[in-house]
């Protein structure tokens, strides 16, 4: 079989659950001897960091040539454990039979994914779906059933039989799917959507920061050492979390954050993530000195501050005497001398509107990645 998802393992997905070798009720055990199933799991499990990644579409491919003999589709596709699944929720869902007795189901489908009908044909590598969290799910994964006559296989118990090219143990491979930098402690629902990489700090803003390393891990094993490093742009250390693990961590999201000084010092800040001494993640933040306008803290007063400083939390109307206000308060925002007179008196369409004049100017925006 080729492996029934696209993008990169390790990177893009990974699994988080292989099936259920321990048939005793009440115990379970992956094909490992591992804590990477429960019990009664009889499928891969594999899992996006995030509904941010669902959204990118993220494709589910047929593993083998056969025909679809199942296709469900226009099931809700957000279930999380801020918002359950009801009990029997289907789910989107495909399964295709191979002949010889083998079958393959891709389960918890994005809603309207769906591609192929009941009697298609389809060869391996072929789009089936894409990702979702529909049915039976807490997050976005694809839960990837092998049966033969009815029965329930793990295949990786005989990789080189059943893969062209098997997948290394997710235990052996600590890493991250998506890290990143936040001003605050992330939410549940945060972490289910996607937390967003928080990426300058100004100086003036004073004591009391918070700077958050969070991260979508996997494949931590009990007894890890672990090590979170907060480095100074001079390279000298700030603050160095470390500790032994006991219980390790299959997938799922760990943060660790500090208290930046009162007058943190100007530059790149770097935090390094390490299990027993690989590095794992590298985040940086950028400790600036405002400029008055920069609303969003990125060097340069443009379109994006203009907007943030217009409409507040919420859209409004813009206006001729808004965009006025905005170039006798901060003068020289030059990214708009070009498209001053093309902003309306009025606006009747807020949403037009703010397209506009963020088309207007985006190219002109200076963007910095930390």
Same mark, same amino acid.
């Given at each position: 079989?080729?492996?029934?998802? @696209? @993008?990169? !393992?390790?990177?893009?997905?990974v699994i988080g659950n292989y099936n259920d070798v321990d048939t005793r009720p009440i115990a379970d055990s992956d094909y490992r001897g591992g804590n990477y199933t429960y019990d009664g799991h009889d499928a891969l499990d594999i899992g996006l960091a995030h509904f941010r990644k669902m959204d990118e579409g993220v494709t589910v491919l047929a593993a083998a040539p056969g025909t679809v003999v199942t296709a469900m589709d226009g099931a809700f596709d957000r279930w999380a454990p801020s918002n359950p699944n009801p009990p029997g929720e289907i789910g989107n869902l495909v399964v295709i039979d191979h002949g010889g007795g083998i079958r393959t189901t891709y389960a918890h489908l994005k809603k309207d994914s769906v591609s192929v009908q009941v009697g298609d044909s389809v060869i391996a590598g072929q789009q089936v779906g894409l990702v979702g969290s529909s049915g039976g799910s807490t997050g976005p994964h694809l839960h990837f059933a092998v049966y033969q006559n009815g029965n329930p296989v793990e295949t990786y118990k005989n990789p080189d039989q059943w893969w062209y090219d098997p997948l290394p143990y997710t235990g052996d491979v600590p890493g991250v799917l998506d890290s990143g930098i936040a001003n605050h402690w992330p939410t549940q629902t945060e972490v289910e959507a996607g937390v967003h990489h928080q990426g300058i700090y100004s100086v003036e803003d004073g004591s009391g920061q918070l700077a958050?390393?969070?991260?979508?891990?996997?494949?931590?094993? !009990?007894g890890s050492e672990i090590s979170f490093q907060f480095l100074r742009p001079n390279g000298s250390q700030y603050a160095n979390y470390q500790w032994t693990d006991e219980n390790g961590l299959t997938v799922g999201f760990w943060n660790i954050g500090v208290d930046l000084p009162s007058s943190p010092d100007?530059?790149?800040?770097?935090?390094?993530f390490r299990v027993n @001494?690989?590095?794992? *993640?590298?985040?940086?933040?950028l400790v600036v000195e405002p400029i008055p306008g920069d609303f969003d803290l990125d060097g340069d007063v443009d379109g994006e501050d203009f907007l943030s400083w217009q409409r507040g939390d919420s859209p409004v109307a813009l206006s001729r005497q808004d965009f006025d206000d905005w170039q006798e308060t901060y003068g020289t925002a030059t990214p708009?001398? !070009?498209?001053?007179?093309?902003?309306?008196?009025? *606006? *009747?369409?807020?949403?037009?509107?703010?397209?506009?004049l963020t088309s207007l100017v985006r190219r002109q925006l200076v963007t910095r990645e930390v």
């Open positions: 079989m080729v492996f029934p998802l @696209g @993008g990169t !393992a390790f990177e893009d997905w958050v390393m969070w991260n979508y891990l996997y494949g931590i094993s !009990a100007l530059g790149v800040w770097n935090v390094n @001494g690989e590095l794992i *993640s590298n985040k940086s933040f708009y001398s !070009a498209v001053s007179t093309q902003i309306p008196e009025v *606006s *009747s369409s807020t949403l037009i509107l703010i397209g506009i």
